[in-house]
């Protein structure tokens, strides 16, 4: 029986190198179909500014350019400008434009077209056209600036009579804020045609109405809740997930008040069980968090406590005769938030405390998720702490570089956690669920899709 037995192992897997090529070679065409939950009402990428509610980074880099890009390493790469410089001060820099671009209404992407989108963008830099180049002048010394014009909202844009258009591998076909967007791919992309000719997005569905599609074959990709990652692999259904990127905390809608405002919220922090809140609510769809990066992107996040530690919690509380009630605020249409919301209200009546949950926007303590906004760590930082509404980290004891050193970095979030403003608590991992018939899936560490390189297998299994 050994011998047959190898013959037939020797076939089958004859059968499959040979079916192989067929099932994998990467080809053009077709329509992938996307659910996701956000409904932004704006395309334009300069509308995070202005508090609108953005599309997602990874469907605004479809149609919209920007300067530099992020590799999987947080290494700034070329993006419409192939080369850049800045003065030894940090302050101004020169980033010249790729020749030969256009946007979508086949206007060309000038320096002067750049320079005025810029300017949307970020109004407190002196932007202008020099030749073939923009120059940016920065009101502080600004050493990652590439990075940072790799973010989402310093795509490119040409804004017309109330349109917006870009330069980036798919153009708009249709736009329903809140609702539908329909992507169609550009044949004369300057980095090369996308495989798909075409990625129609519904908007505003449920973790619930997303799977129901993806079940009955009316969408490719959805999203998953981070605590049905677990379960949706279970049932058989094929599961793609990041490193846990996105931050989960609570933030004080205020400053430290006195010293003993100090000691409840240090007391807070303490009692919250956060290995239970990953193991059991989360499914493990995540890490406790002690910091606001990521372990796997600043290499200290092992050296801040995230272990639960009630007996300090309630000696903390104990240093305060009288302890307020207050009030942590949720997001309604977050059932996950809502579970984590009760749960951190039970740990602090553990030490002595009591959280009122509320749905409300006005509350004392706002639970909080954030999409990690780059892979380049110093900017990541800078993001999360310009979201969170604290002070901006600083370059402290080193002398000017693209990069801050992890050692720096670690001061300045250390500063940050000191202020007591905000208590980390968990870093969520994102997944998606993709039909049968997606090849090429890749996405970033930080959960960013890149569907420009996906296709389509038309052929049967």
């Given amino acids: 029986m050994r011998p047959s037995g190898s013959l037939l192992l020797v076939a089958v897997s004859l059968s499959l190198v040979i079916a192989a090529p067929a099932r994998t070679r990467p080809h053009y065409g077709g329509t992938l179909r996307v659910a996701i939950g956000e409904a932004p009402v704006s395309l334009d990428p300069a509308e ?190 094929r599961v793609e997930s990041a490193r846990p990127s996105e931050w989960m905390g609570l933030v004080f809608s205020r400053d430290i008040q006195s010293a003993e405002d100090g000691k409840l919220r240090e007391a807070l922090a303490l009692c919250i069980d956060r290995e239970s809140m990953n193991n059991v609510l989360l499914q493990d769809g995540g890490e406790p968090a002690g910091t606001l990066l990521p372990g796997w992107m600043s290499g200290y996040a092992f050296l801040f406590p995230t272990a639960i530690d009630l007996q300090r919690a309630r000696q903390a509380r104990g240093q305060v005769q009288q302890a307020p009630v207050w009030t942590l605020g949720y997001d309604a249409s977050d059932p996950l938030a809502r579970v984590i919301a009760e749960r951190i209200a039970l740990n602090a009546r553990d030490s002595g405390m009591t959280l009122q949950t509320t749905a409300s926007a006005a509350a004392d303590i706002r639970l909080v998720r954030v999409p990690l906004p780059s892979l380049d760590a110093w900017v990541a930082l800078s ?79």
């Fill in 383 to 461: 993001e999360l702490a310009r979201s969170l509404g604290l002070p901006q980290p600083k370059f402290d004891g080193e002398p000017l570089q693209p990069s801050a050193s992890a050692s720096t970095a670690y001061a300045a979030e250390s500063a940050l956690l000191q202020s007591q403003r905000v208590v980390p608590l968990l870093h969520l991992r994102t997944a998606v669920a993709l039909g049968a018939n997606v090849m090429g899936w890749r996405e970033d560490p930080d959960g960013s899709w890149r569907l420009q390189d996906v296709w389509l297998e038309t052929g049967k299994p």
């Fill in 48 to 237: 995070s500014e202005r508090g609108g509610r953005e599309m997602l980074p990874s469907l605004s880099r479809l149609v919209f350019d920007t300067l530099v890009t992020v590799d999987a390493r947080g290494q700034a790469q070329p993006g419409l400008s192939p080369s850049w410089q800045a003065d030894p001060g940090y302050r101004r820099w020169q980033f010249s434009i790729r020749r030969g671009v256009a946007f979508h209404d086949g206007t060309a992407v000038s320096s002067d077209a750049v320079a005025a989108s810029l300017r949307t963008a970020n109004p407190d830099w002196k932007v202008f056209a020099a030749g073939e180049a923009v120059i940016i002048e920065c009101n502080a010394p600004t050493p990652d600036l590439p990075a940072v014009l790799a973010l989402a909202r310093y795509g490119i844009a040409k804004r017309t009579g109330g349109k917006v258009v870009g330069s980036g591998p798919f153009a708009i076909g249709r736009w329903d804020p809140g609702k539908k967007l329909a992507l169609s791919a550009r044949d004369d992309y300057w980095g090369g045609r996308a495989f798909l000719d075409s990625i129609e997005i519904e908007l505003g569905k449920s973790f619930r109405e997303q799977m129901i599609a993806l079940d009955l074959g009316k969408a490719d990709l959805v999203e998953i809740a981070p605590d049905q990652a677990r379960h949706a692999v279970l049932e058989g259904r």
